[in-house]
């Protein structure tokens, strides 16, 4: 909408030559406008380019409402929020009204009455964008008057007549007028209040309390559900289903590189530590990708799916056992280590669901699932036979101690000791940082062991490599 001089009243309105349009016109002109332009519709959406987004646009461009169907994790609320960035900067309303009702165009009683009494001289208001969206979490606890609304027993006390729709309030869809009302986990509604629902999308009749109210909201509506929730019989009712215009089904993140541009850009970050941190690039990939494993693995309940949050929370703790560690031993820089993969479980096991219900399938489960990433990982940089020099010095008796809890420093005699590592290094290190090069070095014996090319064996809470 063109920047004007804000009108006070429905006369100055009126004269600014204001020309109100439905939601979905307004959706579908500032989206043709930013496509014109080349903008960027959905900021920080990540992998849906090709797939999801195209289906989103072709939906607003056609003026239909949507259904998002995908496991949890996969970026539905996100995508649904930025909905609002398709909405005008701000629009008029009449001031007081709790339905936002369009200036030159009411639709409940009391604007009607107030338009009719006043005239031109009716006051309004200005919404901004933000506050045209609105959004539910369905539980099996919410009623009609939650969201279409009931009968206020205060009004009534006031005096007025149960005949009269001004002793009506208004539940959530309806104060969401002129704007953007999304459902999350649609088929968790109870049969009853999904009636209400699809009346209110295609009839826009409202009944409250025996009530039968012609109130023609102007609401874009939209909603996300699980795969199997939604298609299973009996959790969503057909009439309902019919309504929606487009369904569109959401994924996880295709390749390696868009999880890890999600898990850079949603962890949580910290100012005001008075150290640093860096996270090799192998680390990144190594979550990630124990990620995109858990989603392909039998033993894990694939209908609740493995969201992407779980990468971020693994990566959160990979990193904060590396600044404990570089805390604990005064080393100015934290880079996590293959050691400290195992503390991963915690922020693993409580957001995969088991086929199993036994306690230590999962923590096996998990352990292999991170076996597998490192070595899958490790053959993108490094082929076992390559190293060959590196493995005959092993068979001559050499042997490599590392932990978690070790200092960067008491990796560099190995380093000295062993002829050729420090190319090999060179792959995955670009520092000679300590930190980095320890952290390099247990990556690199971690992927020959576990390409059965050196032993392991667990001492005093150290790890060894030997032939």
């Not at 629009?91 to 409940?108: F, Q, R, T, Y």
């Not at 490790?378 to 060959?388: H, P």
Request: net charge negative; aromatic share 8%.
């Amino acid at each position: 909408m063109a920047k004007r001089k804000r009108a006070k009243t429905i006369g100055e309105l009126k004269a600014s030559g204001y020309q109100p349009v439905s939601i979905r016109e307004e959706m579908r002109r500032n989206l043709i406008a930013m496509i014109r332009k080349k903008k960027t519709v959905f900021p920080g959406i990540i992998g849906f380019d090709d797939t999801v987004i195209p289906q989103i646009l072709n939906a607003i461009i056609a003026g239909q409402d949507i259904i998002f169907l995908g496991e949890r994790g996969q970026a539905k609320s996100r995508v649904m929020r930025s909905l609002v960035n398709l909405l005008d900067e701000e629009i008029p309303v009449i001031k007081g009204c709790e339905i936002n009702d369009d200036p030159l165009s009411p639709i409940c009683s009391w604007c009607r009455e107030k338009v009719a009494e006043e005239g031109d001289a009716v006051e309004i208001d200005w919404l901004p964008r933000e506050e045209r969206y609105g959004e539910k979490l369905a539980t099996p606890d919410i009623s009609i008057a939650d969201l279409i609304g009931d009968v206020d027993p205060i009004k009534v006390a006031e005096g007025r007549y149960l005949s009269d729709e001004l002793t009506i309030y208004y539940g959530l869809i309806p104060r969401t007028n002129r704007g953007i009302f999304c459902i999350n986990e649609l088929p968790d509604l109870t049969e009853r209040l999904q009636v209400g629902l699809f009346n209110l999308m295609e009839e826009r009749d409202v009944q409250i309390r025996g009530y039968r109210i012609r109130l023609p909201l102007d609401i874009f509506l939209v909603a996300s559900a699980n795969p199997e929730d939604y298609t299973n019989r009996g959790r969503i009712i057909t009439p309902l289903k019919d309504r929606y215009g487009a369904q569109i089904r959401t994924h996880y993140p295709d390749t390696i590189e868009d999880e890890m541009t999600i898990v850079e850009a949603e962890r949580r970050q910290f100012s005001g530590d008075d150290f640093e941190y860096y996270v090799p690039q192998y680390m990144e990939e190594i979550i990630a990708e124990v990620t995109h494993l858990a989603r392909l693995s039998p033993d894990i309940n694939q209908r609740s799916g493995v969201s992407v949050r779980t990468s971020i929370a693994n990566y959160e703790t990979l990193l904060s056992n590396a600044i404990r560690r570089a805390v604990a031993l005064n080393e100015k820089l934290a880079v996590p280590r293959i050691s400290d993969l195992p503390f991963i479980q915690a922020s693993t096991s409580g957001k995969i669901e088991l086929e199993s219900f036994e306690d230590t399938v999962e923590e096996k489960l998990i352990n292999d699932l991170i076996r597998k990433a490192v070595l899958s990982v490790f053959n993108r940089y490094y082929r076992a036979d390559a190293l060959e020099d590196i493995i005959i010095q092993f068979i001559g008796g050499f042997s490599v101690e590392v932990s978690n809890t070790m200092s960067a420093r008491s990796y560099m005699g190995n380093i000295k000791e062993m002829i050729g590592f420090t190319d090999v290094l060179g792959v995955v290190a670009d520092s000679e940082k300590p930190e980095v090069i320890a952290s390099a070095v247990e990556f690199i014996l971690e992927g020959l062991h576990l390409n059965k090319r050196l032993n392991k064996s667990r001492s005093g809470g150290k790890t060894v490599y030997r032939q």
